[in-house]
């Protein structure tokens, strides 16, 4: 199959078209830079002619009130141009628990553009994933200083960028589920206790404070974010991946 991964140069876009591509499909990796912007609007058209198969990995830039115009004029500029195509199949990469999150806008922009997705043209899916791995170290950033980081207790599920890409190029070459699969990675933990094992495997002496008013997922509740019943559970672990880099 010819699979247009939109994003492509990404953490996980990379990642993707590297997996199809070894799988025997034909992975066509497409961003601002080979002359496709969805926010703009130029080149999808184009470039999803013949495709089967289009991934959108876009991201908006910033978190704040920007977010839901950038997922709103992306995806819309996307399913126009794969309508026109004939692309039989778009999936998205979205975040478990995107809906049970109202107080961050980041989220309900999320939730815009799957309810977008659903509502447009062309068969779809939607793989819902935790949080990466690799997102611990820049989330502790955010509320740290020489000597402590600030921690929410919240209980979250992360997973491997690695596994969020298999699940992506899975969905991918699977036929349309016009639906959602959820993936997640095979620990929970509480957001402190996950900066308390971060700190102790760089051998970095800071002290973990708790505080459940510290950050972006001090506004997430009970256990909004980690794997419902049915998601598909990735095998790496957190300590597994820690001791890898």
């Keep these: 199959m010819k699979i247009a991964v939109v994003g492509g140069t990404g953490l996980i876009g990379s990642q993707v078209v590297a997996l199809l ?17 969805l926010l703009t609007g130029q080149g999808p058209a184009e ?15 910033t978190f704040d009130d920007a977010s839901p115009a950038f997922f709103r004029t992306t995806m819309e500029n996307l399913l126009a141009a794969a309508g026109t195509a004939g692309v039989g199949h778009a999936v998205i990469l979205s975040i478990v628990g995107v809906d049970l999150v109202p107080d961050l806008v980041y989220y309900r922009a ?14 779809y899916s939607i793989v819902r994933a935790t949080q990466f791995f690799e997102f611990v170290e820049p989330t502790m950033s955010w509320t740290s200083d020489e000597t402590t980081v600030r921690l929410p207790a919240t209980r979250i599920q992360p997973m491997a960028s ?18 959602v699969r959820n993936v ?62």
């Design 21 to 37: 591509t070894t799988r025997g499909h034909e992975a066509v990796p497409l961003s601002p830079s080979s002359g496709v912007d």
């Design 47 to 61: 470039a999803l002619t013949g495709a089967d198969v289009v991934v959108n990995l876009t991201n908006s830039p």
């Design 110 to 123: 999320k939730v815009l553009q799957e309810e977008l997705l659903a509502a447009g043209p062309v068969p």
């Design 162 to 179: 690695a596994d969020v890409a298999a699940a992506v190029a899975d969905v991918s070459e699977g036929a349309p589920l016009n639906g």
């Design 184 to 245: 997640a990675g095979p620990e929970v933990f509480g957001l402190d206790e996950l900066g308390r094992i971060t700190l102790a495997a760089r051998g970095d002496a800071r002290t973990v404070v708790t505080d459940d008013t510290a950050g972006l997922f001090a506004a997430v509740r009970g256990d909004a974010i980690v794997a419902p019943a049915d998601a598909v559970i990735a095998k790496t672990t957190y300590r597994e991946w820690l001791a890898s880099r």
